[in-house]
């Protein structure tokens, strides 16, 4: 007997959703129902998941149901926001149990490392989709915004970049991904506790979807008359993809043009520099500096033996066709 999909969303979401107080009426009735606290400014944010141009086909339903929420939590953290509220709307080519268990159980353990709750979302048949819609909050005036950067700030980076772009290359010329960047592929890690303790340090931020120079245009393009100069020496690698570079320095362009590394980018003026390091011990998530805003527009790479050349970000866009879909 198929699931129906009242039995679906009773079993698979609202059985599981979390609680939060300020949820009057949560899954089940035709709108949720919050009483938003008082002093808060609210940040909304959505991210559409389509297969086979957000994931490969082959991802793991547990894997899907992490990165729709990680992708929507990613942007909160570059909005320097605690998340709270989340809606769902799912595309399904079919109910199939298995599936969703898998896809409800990646959803829900990110959902509860944060505490935040489903208040509710629509369920359709069709090819597979995800869009997340979240809420979160900021104390008044003080959300991170792309505007903001000013000549001399440095700019900085979390984590490492390049895996997730290098994992999907593989998987579309048929290689078996080294294990350590598909994981970065398939379950990023918002930088939720780096955007929060950026508040009221960092000037602007934006987090790196599209690519780390695509991004960085869009810092730059939100603070007219500002450039960058970027040492590609100080880009921030793993240990795998540090291999790959030096092994084949065509890499590069992952690293530099490559999607999916829900890292944040932001800049934090020179004397105040001590405190991203504070910061980072904090919170046990990595930041480096990786260049410095200029006064003049256009965007410098300092490559590794020295050379300035100016860069034209190639990041991914849906309506041109500068990388194909897996
Ligand atoms: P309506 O017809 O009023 O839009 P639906 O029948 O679509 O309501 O949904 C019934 C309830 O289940 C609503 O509260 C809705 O928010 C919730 N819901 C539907 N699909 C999902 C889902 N995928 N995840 C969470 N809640 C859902
Ligand atoms: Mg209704």
């Known amino acids: 007997m198929a699931l129906s999909e009242f039995e679906l969303i009773e079993r698979y979401f609202r059985a599981r959703d979390g609680r939060r107080p300020e949820v009057r009426v949560g899954i089940g009735d035709d709108g949720a129902v919050i009483a938003p606290p008082a002093e808060a400014d609210l940040v909304v944010a959505l991210d559409t998941l389509i297969a086979g141009v957000h994931f490969p086909e082959n991802t793991s339903p547990f894997d899907i149901g992490w990165k729709a929420l990680a992708v929507n939590l990613s942007d909160l953290a570059a909005m320097g926001a605690e998340p709270a509220w989340f809606t769902l709307a ?18 829900f353990e990110l959902a509860g490392r944060w505490n935040i709750a489903l208040v509710g979302g629509d369920t359709t048949r069709g090819p597979l989709t995800v869009s997340v819609q979240i809420a979160g909050q900021v104390p008044r005036g003080e959300a991170l915004l792309r505007a903001g950067a000013r000549p001399g700030d440095g700019l900085w980076v979390s984590g490492t970049l390049g895996d997730a772009a290098l994992a999907l290359q593989d998987i579309l010329s048929g290689t078996e991904p080294d294990p350590a960047q598909r994981r970065r592929l398939d379950r990023p890690e918002p930088r939720l506790a780096t955007g929060m303790g950026l508040r009221g340090l960092a000037r602007c931020a934006i987090d790196i979807s599209d690519g780390l120079l695509a991004d960085i245009a869009h810092l730059l393009a939100a603070s007219p008359g500002t450039g960058a100069l970027i040492l590609q020496d100080s880009i921030p690698l793993s240990a795998a993809t540090r291999a790959r570079v030096e092994a084949l320095p065509v890499h590069w362009k992952s690293v530099l043009d490559g999607g999916d590394d829900y890292e944040l980018c932001f800049c934090v003026p020179p004397e105040r520099e ?49 990388r194909a879909a897996p």
């Open 90 to 107: 799912l595309t399904l080519p079919e109910a199939d149990e298995a599936w969703l268990a898998a896809f409800s159980e990646g959803l």
């Open 274 to 322: 001590a405190e991203v390091g504070e910061l980072a011990e904090r919170t046990g998530e990595a930041l480096t500096r990786i260049g410095t805003i200029l006064d003049t527009p256009g965007l410098w790479l300092e490559s590794l033996d020295g050379h300035r050349q100016a860069v034209t970000p190639h990041g991914y866009t849906h309506f041109d066709h500068e």
